[in-house]
């Protein structure tokens, strides 16, 4: 492609060259990310520190956690000091889905469900990263309707850890397959077409879609799939 090619984008015009920079940054720095997120996991599934904690509580870590990561990182985006934070953040979240992943390692196939559930994941990202490249119609009103999903998720997840429903479980879960599925294509098209700039906030979107799916898989396969001991 031409790279004195321009996109329009909210800041101006974006030269085909500059996005796929950020494109190829965001795919180095996902892929990254990945390694604090194991780490994060196996740490606390070695010292059972999220499991210690009851699920009212560890859902209101997660909240304060995430959300004050969140906002460091978009504070940092544009310093020297952002990849260490967003890796620190992807640190965190690996800690908190070690309560899950420890379910599903006391499980006889566990592990095998857990590999299962990291190639799903990989297939549904580069599912997503292919038809981004190809569809050529402008998908920002989609992200509208994708929020309000993904806010519905939030609230019925939290009103789940009291009402303790597997079949609200279950339907949540797919439901969130789907919709950060959604997500994936939606943010890497907003960086092909020029829309996003930052490589940071475009990694933290789509890991925190990746982070989504994986869950939700591992759920349904834990449930589903599952062989006691």
Same mark, same amino acid.
């Given at each position: 492609?031409?790279?004195?090619?321009?996109?329009?984008?909210?800041?101006?015009?974006?030269?085909?060259?500059? +996005?796929?920079?950020?494109? +190829?940054?965001?795919?180095?720095?996902? !892929?990254?990310?990945?390694?604090?997120?194991?780490?994060?996991?196996?740490?606390?599934?070695?010292?059972?520190?999220?499991?210690?904690?009851?699920?009212?509580?560890?859902?209101?870590? &997660?909240?304060?956690? !995430?959300?004050?990561?969140?906002?460091?990182?978009?504070?940092?985006? *544009?310093?020297?000091?952002?990849?260490?934070?967003?890796?620190?953040?992807?640190?965190?979240?690996?800690?908190?889905?070690? +309560?899950?992943?420890?379910?599903?390692?006391?499980?006889? *196939?566990?592990?095998?469900?857990?590999?299962?559930?990291?190639?799903?994941?990989?297939?549904?990202?580069?599912?997503?990263?292919?038809? /981004?490249?190809?569809?050529? +119609?402008?998908?920002?009103?989609?992200?509208?309707?994708?929020?309000?999903?993904? @806010?519905?998720?939030?609230?019925?997840?939290?009103?789940? @850890?009291?009402?303790?429903?597997?079949?609200?479980?279950?339907? =949540?879960?797919?439901?969130?397959?789907?919709?950060?599925?959604?997500? @994936? =294509?939606?943010?890497?098209?907003?960086?092909?077409?020029?829309?996003?700039? *930052?490589?940071?906030?475009?990694?933290?979107?789509?890991?925190?879609?990746?982070?989504?799916?994986?869950?939700?898989?591992? /759920?349904?396969?834990?449930? &589903?799939?599952?062989?006691?001991?």
């Amino acid at each position: 492609m031409n790279q004195n090619v321009y996109a329009y984008s909210t800041g101006g015009l974006v030269s085909s060259a500059e +996005r796929n920079r950020v494109l +190829r940054n965001t795919y180095w720095l996902l !892929a990254l990310s990945m390694i604090p997120t194991v780490l994060g996991a196996w740490i606390g599934v070695s010292t059972g520190l999220a499991r210690a904690m009851s699920p009212g509580i560890s859902m209101i870590v &997660f909240m304060v956690g !995430a959300f004050g990561l969140m906002f460091a990182i978009e504070k940092t985006k *544009n310093s020297a000091a952002g990849v260490p934070v967003l890796l620190g953040f992807t640190f965190f979240m690996g800690l908190m889905l070690s +309560r899950l992943i420890g379910a599903v390692l006391g499980l006889a *196939n566990g592990a095998g469900l857990i590999m299962t559930a990291f190639a799903g994941t990989g297939l549904i990202f580069f599912g997503m990263a292919a038809l /981004s490249s190809v569809i050529k +119609r402008d998908l920002g009103n989609m992200g509208k309707f994708l929020f309000i999903g993904m @806010i519905m998720l939030l609230v019925a997840g939290v009103a789940n @850890i009291f009402l303790q429903s597997s079949a609200l479980m279950i339907t =949540l879960s797919v439901l969130a397959i789907g919709i950060f599925s959604a997500f @994936i =294509l939606h943010d890497l098209k907003r960086v092909q077409d020029g829309l996003e700039t *930052n490589y940071i906030t475009a990694t933290l979107g789509v890991y925190l879609s990746l982070y989504n799916v994986f869950q939700s898989l591992l /759920s349904l396969l834990g449930i &589903f799939g599952g062989r006691d001991e």
